[in-house]
């Protein structure tokens, strides 16, 4: 048996079935509920999943939805950190804020390129980690760094409000 298969094995405490890839995860609705707007609609709206005994998740690998999910119960799996970033995505595709914390925190702690860790930040409104990447950057040390990140196209891609935030962000935390 897997270790995802047995972190979401039957219990008395679980009570519904999610099927990733025909893979079956048994897990408790009121703690994805109390976690999640998503599943709290989906196990509490007039929503035909509501009534069914297995709820198929679509367009998700296994291992990766098994491991973010975990991040919520007691015993969760270790994530694999060069799947940080999908882990996120499933994060907020799912509404699981509790999980994106988690997540946050060892990013906090990796060894993780400070300019990806910029990057997750923004994407995933991390604050803390973009508090502390921008720190990484503080002038007159890195400011370089800084003028190439903001060059990038990633950067240059954003909304001018996250931009804007961003900048305001790195400005404080460089004292002005």
């Given at each position: 048996m897997s270790i995802y298969v047995e972190a979401f094995k039957k219990t008395d405490m679980t009570d519904a079935i999610l099927v990733v890839n025909r893979k079956k995860l048994h897990v408790n609705k009121a703690l994805?509920?109390?976690?999640?707007?998503?599943?709290?609609?989906?196990?509490?709206?007039?929503?035909k999943e509501k009534s069914m005994p297995e709820i198929e998740i679509k367009d998700v690998y296994f291992e990766d939805f098994a491991t973010m999910l975990s991040l919520i119960n007691t015993a969760p799996l270790k994530p694999n950190e060069n799947r940080l970033e999908e882990y996120l995505k499933l994060a907020d595709r799912f509404l699981l804020p509790a999980v994106k914390y988690h997540l946050e925190q060892l990013l906090l702690t990796s060894n993780t390129d400070n300019d990806y860790k910029l990057q997750l930040s923004i994407t995933y409104k991390l604050n803390e980690l973009l508090e502390q990447s921008l720190k990484k950057l503080k002038y007159p040390y890195c400011y370089s760094e800084f003028k190439n990140f903001i060059a990038q196209k990633f950067f240059k891609?954003?909304?001018?409000?996250?931009q804007a935030n961003v900048m305001n962000r790195y400005m404080d935390v460089i004292g002005y």
């Open positions: 994805l509920s109390y976690h999640s707007d998503y599943f709290n609609t989906l196990f509490n709206s007039d929503f891609d954003l909304p001018a409000a996250d």
